[in-house]
T-cell receptor
């Protein structure tokens, strides 16, 4: 079984400041890792994913994340946030092997960008 | 390219009733999965359908059931509704042979059970 922990339920940050949203996971098998964003009253949109290779992954809207296998972490970062980044962010994992694509999500982190 | 569409967007039911939610998958996708997102929580996997058969299920009781049709659209049915079933229900489509685990979500159906 897999579990995902997002320690920060809310993160306020001033516009143009950097931000880091933390994600730790637990799994007995190898997993793929994802970050999704959910804007108010919308579904989830994929920000970025780690499948293999370079541990630094770049996504849309200037976001990036770094996979750290020893610390089982996949923290999301952006060097300078914009008002439009205000949304809820979900970290997620999925086993590499397996006949179906069950994705396990964290409880989410609400990013509030302050003008 | 048509995205994932869900209907209805909002609905209100009372305890004990039954509900059907519908999902049209993204063009070219053959797999549909359903997630329940309670208020303040992350999405929880309900089940997945591939080739019109359920091929994976989360920790949900049998009163949660589904269908997938030949055109890959899908339904989620919930019988004997309980108050705790109030949530946003998200449909996600993907290609079983596509990029691993990449899900494309609809905007959801928000169910309120009174």
């Amino acid at each position: 079984a897999q579990s995902v922990t997002q320690l920060d339920s809310q993160v306020p940050v001033f516009e143009e400041a950097p931000v880091e949203l933390r994600c730790n996971y637990s799994s007995s098998v190898s997993v793929y890792l994802f970050w999704y964003v959910q804007y108010p009253n919308q579904g989830l949109q994929l920000l970025l994913k780690y499948l293999s290779g370079s541990t630094l992954v770049k996504g849309i809207n200037g976001f990036e994340a770094e996979f750290n296998k020893s610390q089982t972490s996949f923290h999301l970062r952006k060097p300078s946030v914009h008002i439009s980044d205000t949304a809820e962010y979900f970290c997620a994992v999925r086993p590499i092997s397996g006949g179906y694509q069950k994705v396990t999500f964290g409880t989410g982190t609400k990013l509030q960008v302050i003008p | 390219e048509t995205g994932v569409t869900q209907s209805p967007t909002h609905l209100i039911k009372t305890r004990g009733q039954q509900v059907t939610l519908r999902c049209s998958s993204q063009s070219g996708h053959n797999t549909v999965s359903w997630y329940q997102q309670a208020l303040g929580q992350g999405p929880q996997f309900i089940f997945q359908y591939y080739r019109e058969e359920e091929n994976g299920r989360g920790n949900f009781p049998p009163r949660f059931s589904g269908l997938q049709f030949p055109n890959y659209s899908s339904e989620l049915n919930v019988n004997a509704l309980e108050l705790d079933d109030s949530a946003l229900y998200l449909c996600a489509s993907s290609s079983f042979s596509g990029v691993a685990g990449e899900l494309f979500f609809g905007e959801g159906s928000r169910l309120t059970v009174l």
